[in-house]
């Protein structure tokens, strides 16, 4: 398809504890401003539109930390980056990020007018456009698409899941052992779901720490 990313919400997933992290960790700084913000910004330089931000147990934190946020709580909001965001309360957030998706899903599925989704982790560095235009390509063709480290051949984020597939996983009950995006893609037949070969390390890297959020800062700038 048109590598046309208005089409595509994009999910931020940033309901977590950040308990390793000691603070929020969308709220820790990149490229001058919130690691949130950062993600928008680049979002929109792909020409993506609408994002929907998951929160969860460090919510007040958040609407406090980012000025503007608050007003993108109960519609969306026209940000300074240029994208329009609102803002989706995990009420059970000790269920994990699976129920942060799930979250997101009930409130995409209040719409008539969309086919799926990008999901992405906050505490994961905005991937390099090749990655975002392997999935695009293939997006509605499959009930999702993944993209899948060259070398290891182990799976990363962001992903594109199709609107009928997100309805499937809204349905599965909160708390069972199943409810994992994982396990979920891996039951899928091999002719509904899609890898694309990427090389990018950012795609693969998620941070739980301050130390692993500065190595993985410094890794980015020597590779930039």
């Not at 209040?110 to 997006?139: C, S, Y």
């Not at 009928?164 to 396990?183: M, Q, S, V």
Request: overall charge negative.
């Amino acid at each position: 398809m048109e590598k046309n990313y208005k089409l595509i919400p994009l999910v931020i997933l940033a309901g977590g504890r950040s308990s390793r992290m000691g603070t929020p960790k969308g709220l820790l700084t990149v490229e001058k401003k919130t690691w949130i913000e950062s993600h928008l910004e680049n979002y929109a330089k792909l020409g993506g539109k609408e994002v929907y931000l998951v929160l969860g147990h460090r919510k007040k934190e958040y609407l406090d930390g980012i000025s503007w946020l608050k007003n993108a709580l109960d519609e969306f909001h026209l940000t300074p980056y240029g994208v329009q965001v609102k803002v989706v309360t995990n009420v059970n957030p000790d269920l994990g990020p699976f129920s942060s998706l799930q979250s997101a899903g009930r409130e995409l599925d209040q719409r008539i007018d969309w086919r799926g989704v990008f999901v992405l982790p906050v505490d994961q560095f905005f991937p390099n456009q090749e990655v975002w235009d392997g999935l695009v390509k293939d997006a509605f063709d499959y009930e999702a698409c993944v993209p899948r480290d060259v070398i290891e051949q182990k799976g990363g984020h962001p992903v594109f899941l199709s609107a009928d597939y997100l309805r499937t996983l809204i349905e599965i009950p909160d708390g069972h052992f199943h409810a994992r995006l994982d396990f979920q893609l891996r039951a899928l037949p091999e002719d509904r779901i899609h890898f694309v070969e990427v090389s990018d390390s950012k795609t693969f890297t998620n941070v739980n720490n301050l130390k692993e959020f500065w190595d993985a800062m410094q890794e980015n700038r020597d590779l930039g």
